[in-house]
């Protein structure tokens, strides 16, 4: 027992020699760093010092016609240091009061998003409920109304900035809201946007790369419904590609913008393989030009246009034949406002295959004819406001399809015409808060079936951050 405690004694004193060893070591380091500091700000006191004394001191002039005299500083007044000297004193302060990078990030980062919980009544069953797309036909739910609640358009995202190199700005963005299935209650995360922008402001040039919206048809109607027009006249989604961005100024009041993007062409897989997009073995292209100038409005209108190409290959899972389809689309698009409570805006499309871009009620190709489905169409929107912490929009879109398109097709649904019409009313709570409420007329038109008609109501709660 008493040589246990013996060498349970032996181990704690060498236990403490180690901890005073390393305690010494970690002393001595820090003190040679503290020495090394004070030598170095002494070298740069007695610098400062030589910098002041030559000015104190004065130098040498040539009075008109005289000889080189030294010119002494007066009494009480500061001395002029050369650029060269402030040059030299600004390093030194520099060195010594350069920030410490975050514990997580040496760049800009700014998070937003906000919650949003919508609930919505139908008349009439709407695909797919938590938002509208189409009206079912009729032939299949006879005035079978419905009401769905959700949270899934809550969405959260960073902004990146920096960081800056001589004249060029870097940034980047991620997006994401969960309007990507599951359970109704546990959502699953989709990607919305995640891209990086390289940025030479002097030249208004810039790069993007990563998944963002489409080039083509770039607005939107201000609506309550998560699909802001999509599948009802509102074209264009998001897909991943490079992008090239340069403005140029053509007058004092006129600006023209060229956008060009090489976009991952994103087709169908259903009954075929592998992607037909994919399959292609071509990215798609998007182009758009804009001209900024002085309409009729208060502010100057922007009118854009658009347009782009893609390739599809469809391998049959029955035999080894491949088939081509086009994607394209011509767009037009117009933003004016008015005056200061009022501004329109609005687009046009025409096109064919355009399911992966949301148009053609999400109807691209007719496999039973192998033939691409065209449609046409758009929408205009005014908002109205603000009037103390109220908002307003109203607005009408409309995606008409080729009915010769659709014909010899085999699928259960052959939609025609998609129409709608909608209002809405926002009101902030605060700067974060708002409850809006949404009333729209939804029309669908069926080849061989029943049209599907709706009127649905929405309320929606929003907190911003």
Request: glycine fraction near 10%; include cysteine.
């Amino acid at each position: 027992m008493r040589q246990v405690g013996i060498l349970v004694f032996a181990a704690m004193l060498t236990a403490a020699g180690v901890c005073r060893a390393d305690t010494s070591s970690d002393l001595a380091r820090e003190n040679e760093e503290l020495r090394k500091r004070v030598e170095r700000l002494e070298r740069e006191l007695e610098e400062l010092k030589k910098i002041v004394m030559q000015q104190v001191k004065g130098s040498d002039v040539r009075p008109e016609g005289g000889a080189v005299v030294k010119a002494e500083a007066k009494a009480g007044e500061a001395p002029k240091l050369s650029e060269s000297d402030l040059e030299k004193i600004a390093t030194m302060v520099q060195k010594d009061t350069e920030k410490k990078k975050p514990v997580w990030s040496d760049l800009d980062i700014q998070l937003y998003g906000y919650i949003k919980l919508d609930a919505a009544y139908d008349t009439s069953r709407t695909d797919t409920g938590n938002f509208a797309r189409w009206v079912e036909s009729e032939s299949t739910n006879k005035n079978d109304d419905q009401f769905n609640m959700t949270a899934n358009q809550t969405r959260f995202g960073v902004k990146v900035k920096g960081p800056a190199d001589g004249e060029i700005e870097t940034s980047g963005r991620a997006e994401i809201d969960f309007y990507e299935g599951g359970a109704e209650n546990k959502p699953r995360i989709m990607m919305r946007h995640a891209y990086m922008n390289i940025l030479w402001p002097q030249e208004r040039f810039s790069i993007l790369a990563g998944q963002t919206s489409d080039v083509i048809s770039p607005l939107y109607p201000d609506t309550l419904n998560y699909t802001v027009g999509w599948w009802v006249g509102n074209i264009g989604y998001r897909r991943p590609q490079i992008r090239l961005t340069r403005s140029l100024g053509l007058s004092k009041d006129v600006d023209l913008k060229l956008e060009g993007a090489l976009a991952r062409t994103v087709g169908i897989s259903n009954d075929f393989t592998p992607d037909s997009g994919e399959d292609a073995g071509f990215p798609g292209v998007q182009a758009r030009a804009s001209l900024t100038l002085p309409l009729f409005g208060y502010k100057p209108a922007t009118v854009g246009f658009s347009g782009h190409w893609a390739k599809e290959e469809l391998d049959t899972t029955s035999s080894g034949d491949s088939k081509h389809f086009d994607s394209w689309s011509l767009n037009l698009d117009l933003t004016q406002p008015v005056n200061e409570w009022l501004a329109i805006k609005g687009e046009l499309f025409t096109g064919e295959n355009l399911s992966a871009y949301l148009g053609g009620i999400g109807q691209g190709i007719n496999t039973t004819t192998s033939k691409e489905i065209g449609s046409r169409g758009g929408w205009v929107a005014a908002s109205l406001g603000p009037w103390d912490k109220w908002n307003f929009n109203i607005g009408a879109s409309i995606d008409d399809v080729d009915d010769d398109d659709l014909a010899g097709s085999t699928a259960a649904d052959r939609r025609e015409y998609n129409r709608a019409i909608f209002g809405n009313v926002i009101y902030s709570l605060n700067k974060s808060t708002q409850i809006g409420f949404e009333l729209s007329q939804w029309h669908t038109e069926y080849e061989g079936k029943d049209d599907g008609d709706s009127i649905r109501a929405q309320t929606s709660f929003i907190y911003k951050f």
